[in-house]
């Protein structure tokens, strides 16, 4: 019946969840849904847990939960639908969840907005020369120094920026970019000359991409057709002086090759992800003045992780009235999805 209050279970890391729910938020979830806000699954072993999920018509998830397959849904005879309050669900919901048919919906367009906000930030301040400004204002400190005619070539006017991938964060990238003074080059094997003007970018390839861009920003999904796409020889078709900017995932870089370009000093680089994950402690490209390295955290940080919170429980909201979910998840796009 629309309105209804279905039965709900938190499943995620139990240490994340004041994180993901303030007290506004618990309040607006128990408005739509029947949900113990103290009980929280990290596994689906416990038997309070086990009580819960055999009377759970709705999985309200986040990072750290627990892989729902095939016995854990035998637990859960009454499951209809997981509302993931992050991005990808590629590594807990199973094909045991498709092919019983539970709905599944994800705030990856939530998350989607400040990697795009950062990748934004960090195109023009690329351009404008920024790090390298920082370096060498520190180097010089007070004394008289020619900025315009050191930095002649920095600024964003007419600048070429290549985006690889029309994913949900790429595609937001080319809208929040658009009123700026820049040339738009697009790559993503999946979209045609039409649809990429539509959006104002010019289509091209790969390698055409990697020649004329001054920043190239990677959002394509970690597949393996995509691993090492910016190998060592793309890496070479790129400009002197060019910014590689990665928000994506690490695999999509040939690691050491970025590595050799960015020690020689040829290229700059942005990068919130690498390969592995954290870099070892020797890595040269904590120190490199022409890298900007953070740690993952260009998707929701701190108060961003509310925006995923509210925009899972609109979906909880949106099945207790008996709508569809706005932002589903179907088994058809897994393929081609981060």
Not at 150 to 178: F, H, K, M, Q, W
Not at 237 to 252: C, K
């Amino acid at each position: 019946m629309p309105g209804r209050r279905p039965r709900t279970l938190l499943a995620m890391d139990p240490e994340l969840l004041p994180r993901l729910l303030d007290g506004p938020a618990s309040q607006r979830l128990l408005r739509v849904a029947d949900v113990d806000p103290a009980l929280v699954a990290g596994d689906f072993d416990g038997p309070a847990v086990a009580a819960a999920l055999a009377h759970a018509e709705v999985l309200l998830t986040f990072w750290g939960a627990p892989v729902i397959d095939a016995r854990a849904l035998a637990a859960a005879p009454r499951l209809r639908a997981v509302v993931h309050a992050a991005g990808s669900v590629k590594h807990f919901v199973t094909g045991a969840c498709w092919e019983r048919g539970i709905l599944v919906s994800s705030a990856a367009r939530a998350n989607a907005l400040p990697v795009a906000e950062y990748t934004v930030a960090m195109v023009l301040l690329s351009n404008k020369r920024v790090l390298q400004l920082r370096e060498e204002y520190r180097t010089v400190r007070g004394r008289p120094h020619d900025w315009h005619l050191r930095y002649d070539d920095a600024g964003n006017y007419r600048r070429t920026v290549g985006i690889v991938g029309a994913s949900r964060i790429g595609r937001r990238v080319v809208e929040l970019l658009r009123p700026y003074d820049l040339d738009l080059v697009l790559y993503d094997p999946y979209v045609t000359d039409s649809a990429a003007g539509e959006r104002g970018a010019r289509r091209v390839g790969l390698d055409e991409l990697c020649r004329v861009s001054d920043v190239v920003s990677l959002h394509a999904p970690e597949l393996p057709e995509t691993r090492a796409m910016i190998d060592r020889g793309r890496l070479a078709l790129m400009r002197d002086g060019a910014t590689l900017i990665n928000t994506a995932r690490g695999s999509l870089v040939d690691g050491p090759a970025l590595t050799d370009e960015l020690v020689s000093g040829r290229l700059h680089a942005v990068l919130d992800v690498t390969e592995p994950e954290v870099l070892p402690a020797d890595s040269p490209l904590y120190d490199l003045p022409n890298v900007l390295l953070t740690p993952h955290v260009a998707g929701s940080l701190g108060n961003e992780l509310h925006r995923m919170a509210d925009s899972a429980i609109e979906e909880v909201g949106r099945y207790a009235a008996g709508l569809p979910f706005a932002h589903p998840v179907r088994r058809e796009d897994l393929a081609r999805n981060a």
